[in-house]
T-cell receptor, first 112, second 112 residues
Framework: DTAVSQTPKYLVTQMGNDKSIKCEQNLGHDTMYWYKQDSKKFLKIMFSYNNKELIINETVPNRFSPKSPDKAHLNLHINSLELGDSAVYFC???????????FGPGTRLTVL | QQQVKQSPQSLIVQKGGIPIINCAYE??????FPWYQQFPGKGPALLIA?????SEKKEGRFTISFNKSAKQFSLHIMDSQPGDSATYFCAASDGTGNQFYFGTGTSLTVIP
């Protein structure tokens, strides 16, 4: 049983396209996150959702839009993809204030 | 501004050695300090964590030392093994579960 799953694992696309990454957690957690890990492995939080409500929105271009249809899912939609969006995107979940985050396997996005 | 500063960037030790990774923070509101281990192609996974009310925590071969007055904490890996070769991230949270700050990561290589 995968605790936090993401699809797809790899995504290769052209500049200007729109793409989505899906995330699901079966841990019953209320809080979900999106992180971006760049080529230097720097891990930076993008969004945090608590029970479908946006809590944290770091300085991320508005081309990135998270959507949480229910508390087990947090999808990331990216419009007008740019070369600089190439990175590995991780979804994570935790209980609020419980602190331990469980990460998904990541989605490697390559923009050509 | 980097909320959590981590060093060194990379570390190479012989099998059986004791690699030490250091982190420092400024925000005194942080009250949870986890370490994550990441293998290539995988998401980060919680290794060990500490709260400021203790100065040391040990789990198996992994030990966190915490110095609240200096606002520093470190990870020690006893009797390191080649299987410990991975990237290690320190992190800090204010306990709300809504925001985590990660260090820049340390790439550890343990030579057989």
């Amino acid at each position: 049983d995968t605790a936090v799953s993401q699809t797809p694992k790899y995504l290769v696309t052209q500049m200007g396209n729109d793409k989505s990454i899906k995330c699901e957690q079966n841990l019953g957690h209320d809080t979900m996150y999106w992180y971006k890990q760049d080529s230097k492995k720097f891990l930076k939080i993008m969004f945090s959702y608590n029970n479908k409500e946006l809590i944290i929105n770091e300085t991320v271009p508005n081309r990135f839009s998270p959507k949480s249809p229910d508390k087990a899912h947090l999808n990331l939609h990216i419009n007008s993809l740019e070369l600089g969006d190439s990175a590995v995107y991780f979804c994570a979940s935790s209980q609020p204030a419980a602190d331990t985050q469980y990460f998904g396997p990541g989605t490697r996005l390559t923009v050509l | 501004q980097q909320q959590v500063k981590q060093s060194p960037q990379s570390l190479i030790v012989q099998k059986g050695g004791i690699p030490i990774i250091n982190c420092a923070y400024e925000n005194t509101a942080f009250d949870y300090f986890p370490w994550y281990q990441q293998f290539p192609g995988k998401g980060p996974a919680l290794l060990i964590a500490i709260r400021p009310d203790v100065s040391e925590k040990k789990e198996g071969r992994f030990t966190i030392s915490f110095n609240k007055s200096a606002k520093q904490f470190s990870l020690h890996i006893m009797d390191s093994q080649p299987g410990d070769s991975a990237t290690y991230f320190c992190a800090a949270s204010d306990g709300t579960g809504n925001q985590f700050y990660f260090g820049t990561g340390t790439s550890l290589t343990v030579i057989p």
